[in-house]
Nanobody, 123 residues
Framework: VQLQASGGGLAQPGGSLTLSCTTS????????MGWYRRAPGKQREFVAS??????TNFAPFAEGRFVISRINSNYMILRMSGLKPEDTGVYYC???????????????????WGQGTQVTVSS
């Protein structure tokens, strides 16, 4: 299974960008698809996700500014508005399965990552 993220670029503060993520090689509907980001000098953090039930989850900084949509089983977008310089970073799409019990605790049944797309917010 491969994930391809695209749509990053340069935006001005207050501007908007739409990121896209497509999957290939999967014959099933991904249980949970979402976005993570890594800002310069920081660890990767959760941004937003959507289950195949359409239930959504957002990081506090994304709530009210970002919208996540799953167009079909293989296509997801993240609409970002009201962008701030601190939104700058590499954005990764992720697809994972439901949690299963393992010796090291609950883990997703499967966990796939895209290559990342750069978002830069600057005037």
């Amino acid at each position: 299974v491969q994930l391809q993220a695209s749509g990053g670029g340069l935006a001005q503060p207050g501007g908007s960008l739409t990121l896209s993520c497509t999957t290939s090689g999967n014959t099933f509907n991904m249980y949970n698809m979402g976005w993570y980001r890594r800002a310069p000098g920081k660890q990767r953090e959760f941004v937003a996700s959507m289950l195949n039930s359409r239930a959504t989850n957002f990081a506090p900084f994304a709530e009210g500014r970002f919208v996540i949509s799953r167009i079909n089983s293989n296509y997801m977008i993240l609409r970002m508005s009201g962008l701030k310089p601190e939104d700058t970073g590499v954005y990764y799409c992720n697809a994972r399965g439901p949690p299963i019990s393992t010796e090291s605790g609950p883990q997703p049944q499967y966990n796939y990552w895209g290559q990342g797309t750069q978002v830069t917010v600057s005037s």
